[in-house]
Structure formats: C-alpha cells, structure tokens
C-alpha cells in the first residue's frame, strides 16, 4: 500500500532518498528544513510502500516567480519502488499543492537516476 505522508520530520530520510536517486546532487536534511523555514510555500512529502520511505517530493514557488503562473515541483523514487504509482501518488500531492498556491502551471523534475 503506497501512503503519502507530510515530509515535516523527515528531512533525513528524505534527504537520503534524494541522494540516493541524485547521486550527482547531495541533498542536505539542514537544506531542506532551511526552505520549509524560510519559504512559506515549500512543501515536502514522504512516500512509504508498506512502511517503508520510497519516495520524496516537494512544490514551491521561488521567491522570484511570485508573478508567474508556474510552480515549481521534484519526484525522486527509489528504483526498486518505480513503475508502481508511487511517483503518481507524490504528483497528485504536488499539483493539490501548486493549484492551492493559485498556481495554473507546473514545472516537475523527475530524476530516473
């Protein structure tokens, strides 16, 4: 069963997913709390399969793009949780999110590895 739970809390975990995904690109869990500290519209969210953290993502609208209809979103999912709606369930949360910022578009990174 895939559960997609608020990232707030989990910013290790989620940090470690991401890097784990992005290994070009470490993620720091300090980094992550400094944007939900600092940017008002940052969201996260962590996806378990049975449990078990598979999957992290996040929608904001950067500061500089307050004018623009976009926000901005990522989805990492580990490779042995694709191709199993995972990266659909942390999308849906993603476009609730940018819709609930008044947002009418989305740019999502989606990384495969």
Not at 2 to 28: N, Y
Not at 60 to 71: G, H, Q, R, V
Not at 73 to 89: D, F, H, Q, S
């Amino acid at each position: 069963m895939i559960e997609v739970v608020d990232g707030t809390g989990h910013s290790e975990t989620i940090a470690r997913i991401s890097s784990d995904v992005t290994r070009w690109m470490t993620r720091l869990p300090e980094r992550i709390d400094q944007y939900r500290a600092h940017m008002p519209s940052f969201r996260n969210w962590l996806a378990l399969v049975d449990g078990e953290p598979v999957g992290e993502g996040f929608c904001l609208e950067p500061p500089d793009m307050k004018e623009s209809s976009a926000a901005f979103g990522e989805i990492c999912v580990l490779p042995e949780a694709r191709r199993r709606g995972v990266g659909t369930a942390l999308f849906v949360e993603i476009t609730a999110h940018a819709r609930s910022l008044g947002k009418t578009d989305l740019e999502v990174v989606a990384f495969d590895d």
